[in-house]
């Protein structure tokens, strides 16, 4: 495989000033680089040991340790769940475990964990996993139902003012307390162009008309979005909405575009039917997640898919660091991850071509008592993990040789 030209090729076309800002991003570590190339991970991975043995399940298909987060919900709870589906797909029920697992390894350096306790942690978090499936229930975690730090960020959560929100993502508000525009920091949004705020301001009118209150989501600015790794340099946008009108009363949307899943080709199943991949995506995530975003939908803008949902403060995540100075903690936050990815399994069980919950069941109970597959899972991830620093360490050599200059590429 040519990594450079394989990385250029997946990410041609994209806005380049975000660009080059995700390529410097994935010379940082070898645990940013595996966010910001899942294209190579399931290329590499394909169908290997023990995801030939798993049934077919909803898979998130860019797992990763910080692919968990707390968010407030479409009844306005706030919850702690997956919370990236971008690469959605139907696949082994094992991969998405293997690629959370694989993460492991690569932040164990920055978490401070030798090897011996990174395999302890990776197996205690697989058979998290695996006994979540095996009991066969899929629960969910609120602030009523949460423990440990988990508990402590959905207090946080649900203490935020919307208020507080605005004032951090918004310019300085006028005499009456209102926001009219978005802070442009370079960090967290860009300033977009006459151009692409007219283009998102004539959407959001037309799917205004198909909501209860069109005057709800009235544009006063729009901004170019900065978040994630993987998407960075797709088009995205930060919209500050007239929301209720008053003060504080303001929303903040988060539209997106979205691009076929990458783990649909890698994870050898027949994939469903969807209307395009945005729909793909908001139906796969509506069914693993026990309650969805707010304001989560799928659009259409020019004609490509879209999805429009209510930002999330990508703050709202747990702090591993700090975690990982309390090995208790960071194991029950692990462990909590692992019954997460069985419960969201579980909860899309039999839909589209996904295994029942049965079968899902059997599989979490399969090896219980000598844990074969749960070593094989482990040590798969961990040869992985090594291969995805060979592949970093090459694009470190490239990427210090000019080779990911998006300026130059684009001459």
């Not at 968010?71 to 706030?78: F, I, P, Q, S, V």
């Not at 919307?162 to 967290?188: K, M, T, V």
């Not at 997460?340 to 059997?362: C, H, P, V």
């Amino acid at each position: 495989m040519d990594l450079v030209a394989s990385i250029l090729d997946f990410n041609a076309g994209r806005d380049p000033e975000r660009l080059q800002m995700k390529f410097e991003k994935m010379r940082q570590s070898p645990f940013i680089f595996l966010r910001g190339t899942a294209h190579l991970f399931h290329a590499r991975v394909q169908r290997r040991g023990v995801l030939r043995s798993a049934p077919p399940a909803w898979c998130c298909g860019d797992m990763h340790l910080e692919n968990f987060g707390s968010y407030k919900g479409d009844n306005r709870l706030a919850y702690f769940d997956l919370n990236d589906f971008d690469e959605a797909a139907l696949a082994p029920a094992a991969w998405d475990p293997l690629r959370l697992l694989t993460s492991l390894w690569l932040a164990a350096d920055e978490l401070h964990l030798d090897a011996t306790h990174t395999q302890r942690l990776c197996r205690a978090m697989t058979d998290a996993y695996a006994d979540a499936l095996a009991a066969g229930k899929a629960y969910w975690l609120e602030r009523e139902t949460a423990t440990g730090a988990v508990r402590e960020l959905l207090d946080q959560v649900g203490l935020r003012k919307r208020a507080d929100f605005l004032a951090r993502r918004c310019a300085a508000p006028n005499r009456s307390g209102r926001y009219h525009r978005l802070e442009i920091d370079g960090q967290r949004a860009l300033a977009a162009s006459k151009p692409q705020k007219q283009r998102v301001s004539e959407f959001m009118q037309g799917f205004a008309q198909t909501q209860p209150d069109p005057r709800f989501f009235e544009v006063l600015d729009v901004a170019r979005r900065i978040a994630g790794t993987g998407s960075l340099g797709l088009e995205r946008y930060v919209i500050l909405v007239r929301g209720k009108g008053v003060a504080g009363g303001q929303y903040l949307l988060d539209l997106k575009q979205i691009l076929p899943s990458v783990l649909a080709p890698a994870g050898g199943c027949r994939q469903p039917k969807f209307g395009d991949a945005a729909q793909r995506l908001v139906a796969v995530q509506q069914r693993m997640q026990a309650v969805s975003m707010a304001f989560l939908h799928a659009v259409r803008l020019d004609g490509q898919p879209y999805v429009l949902r209510g930002l999330q403060p990508s703050e709202d995540r747990l702090d591993l660091a700090a975690l990982s100075k309390h090995g208790h903690a960071l194991a029950d936050s692990l462990g909590t991850m692992g019954r997460l990815m069985a419960w969201a399994q579980l909860r899309s069980a039999g839909r589209q071509g996904s295994a029942t919950a049965d079968e899902l069941i059997d599989f979490g109970r399969r090896g219980a008592g000598d844990g074969k597959w749960r070593d094989r899972l482990v040590a798969l991830a961990r040869a992985t993990a090594e291969q995805t620093r060979k592949d970093w360490a090459a694009y470190c050599r490239a990427y210090d040789q000019g080779g990911f200059r998006v300026a130059e590429l684009g001459r």
